[in-house]
């Protein structure tokens, strides 16, 4: 009994470490004025649900966990703790993701590979974004999110 328990505890736990979906990767690719460039790996069912995917991980890397080696966003627009942050701003994250308002901070998503299978046969996609940091950071600034820089 006690192997079955350890053996059953052991498949949960991969089970939620690796998750039925593969893990989205984002990357910085480039700063400019206003914006940044990343390249997002996500995955999906389809390839437009793996597209929108890529903007969502996109603009949430740039909230919730900076991009480390850009210019303008190196450390979090928001902040770390996802979590409270999301549940004391409920109304404007749920907006901006539910609702898929973050459409609106991106200029550009440009496939740069095939929808395909990877090695765990989970199909993704690798996707060049790039996001109007000013607009999000003014949206931010304009909702209360953030205080405005300086004040």
Known sequence: MRLIVRNFLLLLSLTVAFGLRG??????????TGT?????????K???EAMNN???VAIQTILFRGIPGSNQVEYPLV???EKAIQEQHGAYFKELFDKERYHSFIISNVPISQFEKDATKKKRIIVDVKVNIRALRLDL????????FGF
């Open 36 to 44: 940044i460039s990343l390249r997002v790996l996500s995955y999906g």
């Open 23 to 32: 893990q989205d990767k984002v990357t910085y690719v480039s700063d400019g």
């Open 54 to 56: 890529a903007e969502k």
């Open 46 to 48: 389809k390839s437009k």
């Open 79 to 81: 902040g770390v703790n």
């Open 141 to 148: 600034e304009q909702n209360g999110i953030i205080r405005k």
